[in-house]
């Protein structure tokens, strides 16, 4: 048996030298083929765009910019990059601005080191924005109350910085200015564009053969449009002392503005009641919630600014007393409704939702959500009516719809 494995090892070896002896060097790039792969580039884009606008919807100042990455295909890495723009006729454009990454990502890293301060700072920033389109006096003086207030805390803030913290910004401001200038050859950049519009963007990938490729796409860069503010909902968690100022009694922003022509039964009082709890945890928010007596004859009214055109959604919380069939409707209406009556016409309905007590528990809260848009209106009303069974609401809020 061992001479016959000898003899096949035997036979092997010899087979494998008369194969490499066939092998001849006059045989042109045998064994060692010119590698004619190249790279595939591609790139992805995300809009970063900031904007600004004044009480009017008028711009102040727009950033059109946008984070560029440039990769090309595992199989060939690419070694350079070069990024090049037209417009939509195929014009170049020079125009634009090159921001370095790194930059925002190390003013991220400032920020987070000064976190208490900024959002100070962003705080002031909001409410002095706000102030001058208040045309409330009395709104307007509580916001210069709080402003004045922020500004302590501001000085406060920056005299308790420490000087780990100081020392921290102090590195990162030197790494800002260290910074190398982006480039059209970097792999990834920002560009700031210089008004909204078409573009042809062109990414050129070379490998370390010195072979390359080209891609292109559009990139469509929108308008800068006004953020649609959140509607307020005053005392939406009928809370004591919620107001602006700091007063009410958790219904005073609820109350119908006639309680003749709002009444369910045509007349008598219309204001809703308060049900509260010894402490917070039992209702969805606070300690109080808005109670409907069985009987029908309280409801809730406020009228809330939207912007028209927008989309919204309303959600809320209700529980009922379960001692009779009985249900709870919440509606949207036109802000032109003028009575309890109007208030059942569907055309001054922009949306309603109605929830029965049918399966519920008693005083378990549940959340429900109504969907609305503004239309043309500049304002609508939020109402609420039960009847049949005793019912509360808690936890308004209100959300733009993107």
Known sequence: MKRYLLNIKCFTLVAFITIASCVS?????????????GPTPFYNFTDITTSQFNCEDVELWAKYEYNFQAGSNLAVNGTQYQWAFTDSNGDAVTNFNLVNPDLKILELLIDAE????????EDIADLEFK?????????????????????????????????????????YQAQIEALDAATLQDQELII????????????????????????EKIVTVNQAVPTIPVPE????GFEDNSLFDGSGDGRDSWRVPSNDAWSPVGGGTTVIQINSKSEEGILPDGIQAAKFPSDGTRVAYQEIEVTPGAEYVMTYFSAFNMAA?????????????ASYADAQLEANIIASRTDTNDGRVVDV????????????HESVIIFATNSGDEARLDAFAITVKQ
């Open 25 to 37: 060097d006059d045989l042109a790039d045998v064994g060692d083929l010119e590698d004619f792969t």
């Open 114 to 121: 000064l976190a208490t301060v900024v959002a100070i700072e």
């Open 131 to 171: 102030l001058p389109c208040e045309a409330d006096a009395a709104k307007a003086a509580v916001i210069e109350d709080e402003i004045a207030a922020l500004e302590v805390e501001l000085e406060a803030a920056n005299a308790a910085l420490s000087e780990e913290t100081l020392e921290n910004v102090a590195n």
């Open 192 to 215: 700031e564009f210089p008004e909204p519009g078409d573009y042809i963007v062109y990414l050129t990938v070379t490998d370390n053969l010195g072979k390359s490729d080209i891609t």
């Open 233 to 236: 909902i005053a005392e939406p």
């Open 325 to 337: 069939t009985g249900d709870m409707k919440v509606s949207i209406l036109a802000p032109n409704t």
């Open 365 to 376: 809260f549940k959340q429900h959500a109504i969907t609305f848009e503004a239309g043309e």
